[in-house]
């Protein structure tokens, strides 16, 4: 029998048998949990497990697991795509976020808190690398969209809120430029809701992203019955206080299914090698082709068509600095045998 992990706390699973929404509890065998070392959890939300009950055979058995009798894990089934990072680049371990996903919601926030541009590079190499689509959604919009005083943020003057609105612009031309949809969203004013709402529906999707952006209250802004805790970030570091601390994937009464999960601290990327890396930029994979060399680092070789491009502005230098960076974070901390 099969079933979608729904829920994922220490060694305790809920399943589901999506769309059915009907949960009951698993554990692993004790086996399965050694066979995969290289992560930190073997298995994530959104897996689909083949499983057993654990007292199967009896008399009287409907073979209905939804009674509250505990299942046993026994496979995991291959997965569509996933989102892994490693906590730090030092770790050897990765840690699956969630596996197959229909689409990703990287939420990032340019106030309250400032998400950085290379941890959002970080991330959407990842989406590119395992073939997960994304969508960024730019939250708390109304911090800087509202005139006169911002709704439901703390008070900043005028000229902060036009700094704001000028980082949002610059934001948007990086990202659209680069290939991404950028949707600009509020969980307190409900601005783009309903097309939120819509890219949901009949889909298994992801909201991850830092601490603090608003994951939570995105999702409680489409379900208020969901309820889920959120809590405001702290004033004095201006980050948020990792409220989330489950991985957990919750059924939407306007459809679909949103996995909410801990904000992110460290986005370590999983090991690529380094003439791979300018293909999970889909703006240097659009003219890496008329470079001189192949493969190119698009560094130190000449005739190289990602450079020119930059120069001309056609791609952004914030995301070519984003790609030097991570091809030589890549050179400093590798191992050498790796
Ligand atoms: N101004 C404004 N504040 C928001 C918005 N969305 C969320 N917030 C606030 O941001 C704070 C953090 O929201 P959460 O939903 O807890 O953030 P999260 O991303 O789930 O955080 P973790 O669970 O810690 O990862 C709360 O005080 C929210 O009220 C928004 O659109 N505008
Ligand atoms: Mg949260
Ligand atoms: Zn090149």
Known sequence: ??????KHTGSHYLLSKLPEWNLFPAVIKGKMRLEDLESTN???????????????????DTGNSADGRMCIIKEVMPRKNCIIRKSTNLSRQNHVIAANLDRVFLTVTLADPQVKLQFIDRFLVTCEAYGVPVTILLNKADIY????????????????????????????????????????????????????????KNRVVLFSGQSGVGKSSLINRMDPNLDLKTAEISAAHLQGKHTTTFYQMHPLATGGFVIDTPGIRGFGLVNFKKEELSNYFPEMLR??????????????????AVKVAVEKGEISAERYYSYLAMLEEDTKYRAPED
């Open 1 to 6: 029998m099969k079933a979608t992990v729904v």
């Open 287 to 304: 003219v890496e082709n008329n470079c001189r060399f192949a493969p190119c680092t698009h560094t130190h070789e000449p005739g190289c």
């Open 42 to 60: 073997p298995i994530a939300v959104g897996d689909m497990v083949e499983y057993e009950e654990a007292d199967s055979g009896r008399e009287g």
């Open 145 to 200: 969209l509202q005139e006169g005083e911002a709704v439901g943020s703390k008070k900043i003057s005028e000229q902060e809120r036009k700094n704001i609105k000028v980082q949002a612009e610059n934001f948007k031309n990086i990202y659209c430029g680069a290939g991404y949809e950028v949707l600009e969203v509020s969980a307190i004013t409900g601005l783009n809701m309903s097309v939120l709402e819509e890219e949901c």
